[in-house]
Nanobody, 121 residues
Framework: QVQLVESGGGLVQPGGSLRLSCAAA????????MNWYRQVPGEKRELVAS???????GYAESVKGRFTIARDNAKKMVYLQMNSLKPEDTAVYYC???????????????WGQGTRVTVTS
């Protein structure tokens, strides 16, 4: 059983910053890509940022230059530093990771429960 637990969401004013964290726990042999998604009610879940296990990153156009994804493989954690936040960044943010639980098992996608980010004055 694998668990992803996010933390760090909250209420912030436009222009402010937040740092989201996500910890992977449970039966883990290796972790491939780790990602952050976000979802606004009534809309599709959107990929915000991704990072491979060797550190290559990718970002949605809407967050490039403002958000930074990072991971700590030893701690099995992924982070999302969000700067210059805008009201349109308001959403529930989800951590996602492609995890191989055992050496002989295939990797599967796991999701956290989500953490809410609200950007408002």
């Amino acid at each position: 059983q694998v668990q992803l637990v996010e933390s760090g969401g909250g209420l912030v004013q436009p222009g402010g910053s937040l740092r989201l964290s996500c910890a992977a726990a449970g039966s883990i042999f290796s972790i491939n890509d780790m990602n952050w998604y976000r979802q606004v009610p009534g809309e599709k879940r959107e990929l915000v940022a991704s990072i491979t296990n060797d550190g290559s990153t990718g970002y949605a156009e809407s967050v490039k230059g403002r958000f930074t994804i990072a991971r700590d493989n030893a701690k099995k954690m992924v982070y999302l530093q969000m700067n210059s936040l805008k009201p349109e960044d308001t959403a529930v943010y989800y951590c996602n990771a492609n995890i191989k639980p055992k050496a002989w098992l295939r990797a599967v996608d796991s999701w956290g429960q989500g953490t809410r980010v609200t950007v408002t004055s």
